[in-house]
């Protein structure tokens, strides 16, 4: 369990430092050779002869990296660039072609990037839940499956984009599929989102509370005479000033 700062994650997800590519030229396994990365906009991609583009797709196409075509709003893997940390998981919510081709991708946070003491913190408030589908969480198979959305993002590199993956909001999925869907490797479900300049969870979803004990509690009425008001006021203000 660790923590996760926004900016040293931009630092590493937009590009790979010159010594990289040196070490990677040295060694005749230069990934920047292996990484082909195209932006098409959307004249270009009425010209283009890419039959996976659907004409009805062009206007929400993003880039082509690898042969796979990405979409705004598709979910990604972005390459952390550090072989101790997984791909980072996020959205694209825009594409960026000068002065640098890059996407700008709104983060997802795992459980292991949260402070310890605030997802413990989490564990705990949970036992008291009955939700068959909380209770699903604590299996230890699916906990890792959980993300925390965010307002964080960052500009990357179309380099570091490696695949897609699906994202789902727990009340999005019915109980008797969850288990099935988070069986598959690139399934993921969110519950919570994380704030990690407060470092603070909260809902992704605001509750309409009904019901008599969410009710302001009036004062009982009072039908008295305009006469006999005083009796039950407070003395008149002494007037100060006569215009």
Known sequence: MGEEVPER????????????RTRNKENGSDSSSQVTATVVSQSDSKKSDKGSVKPSQRKN????VNDVDYFIEDTVYVDSHRPDIPWYIGTIKEVKHKPKESVLIEWFYRTSELP???YQTLLKDRTTESSSKMKLLENPNYKAKELFSSQCSDYCSLQALRGKCKVEH?????????????????NWLYVL?????????????GAI????????????????EVEKRQNYCASPESQCWIP
Do not use: M, W
């Open 116 to 118: 310890e003491t605030i």
């Open 9 to 20: 994650r931009l630092t590493r997800a937009l590009q790979r430092s010159n010594s990289d």
């Open 170 to 186: 727990i009340t999005n999925l019915q109980d008797n599929v969850l288990a099935e869907f988070l069986s598959h490797k690139d």
């Open 209 to 224: 509370r009904i019901g008599a004990s969410y009710q302001a509690e009036l004062p009982e009425y009072l039908d008295v």
């Open 193 to 205: 989102s994380y704030n990690p300049s407060s470092r603070r969870l909260a809902s992704t979803q």
């Open 61 to 64: 196409f993003a880039c082509s």
